[in-house]
């Protein structure tokens, strides 16, 4: 008998017992995600104006004309020094200009803030007699390449007067027409690669690294990049994490390869396809994390900058407003920072733009 007053203990509960109803509900959706969703990685862009040089040859401006050839010719080059000012090579004109803050000056230049949106820039006057192409900063000063007589130069505008010595003769002897200066991430001091056209009868394309103040030829094409058994010609380069990005012809005139010359040899990464054999295709460079930037354009009309994977695919694309017919945007990409110049009717608006990344989920198709 149990007494008045007495309760009886709970039973307990068996080990192993199911699980209420309740949570399998509240873990389905968990178990579920994996299944439905995917991680997804958007491409974000911060774009900001640093200013608009218009086209003359005063201060402040830089210099536009047309060629025999038929095709105009504008600034060459842009790139940013170690405190990220930008500075535009006017061709025409023979001189660069520096970015500086509104209204400053410094010795040995002319500066004005014409035309530039509050921001000032340096003119540095360069020799007479050249065509330069390509520019690269030193660790004091400038690295600029001159096509015509493929003369390498060193500016140091700190010093008074502008000190400008050649640092290099042409490397065989031959006109070289350097189109762009790349500085290897990793590299001691001011190890710099450049990418060049020559030869006689047949269209040459060779990169040359710079070190120690001497040159050594480490691909060449029209002929071909070494241990690479088949391809085309060089037509871009960049630097990468991991050695050299090239930009090649592929086995048609409507296909382009991206290969990566590196400490264990070229590998092909993707081949990309052009719209037209008139489309011009530029590597622009890698961005780390993200994938690799391009620059495609059709003539007479909108260019692209496209942002391609590690599978060759696209991830994000945008437009930019065509200057004058074949006219080049010359682009400097530094980390995850594009220096662009857009030309236009009016002048050419130096631009910067700041890539990132935000990951979010989408459901899977």
Known sequence: MTRLGDRAAPAARPRGGRVPRAWLLLLLPLLLAPL?????????????????????SGAGQVGLYRALDGLWRGPTAVAADASGRPAVLDAVHQRLLLATGAGTTGGGGRSSAAGGGGTGWREVPLPGGGWYTALAPLADGWLVADGRSGALLEVRPALSPNAVRALLAAPDGRETRWRRILLLRGGPGATVVLAGEGGTGFVRRRLWLLEKGRLAAVAETGIRAPGVEAGGLILSAAPAEQGILLLEGGASPLSRQLVRVGPRGPATLFTLELRSPRETVDLLGELPGLGWLLWRALPG?????????????????????????????PAWLEGSRLLLLEPGKEGVRVEEWIFGARWGLAWRR
């Open 36 to 56: 439905l969703l995917r991680p997804v990685r958007t491409v974000e862009v911060e774009r900001r104006s640093l200013g608009v040089l218009r086209w003359g």
């Open 301 to 329: 009309g909108r260019a692209t900058l496209e942002l391609r994977d590690a599978s060759g695919a696209r991830s994000w694309s945008a437009s930019v407003a065509a200057g004058p017919p074949d006219l080049l945007h």
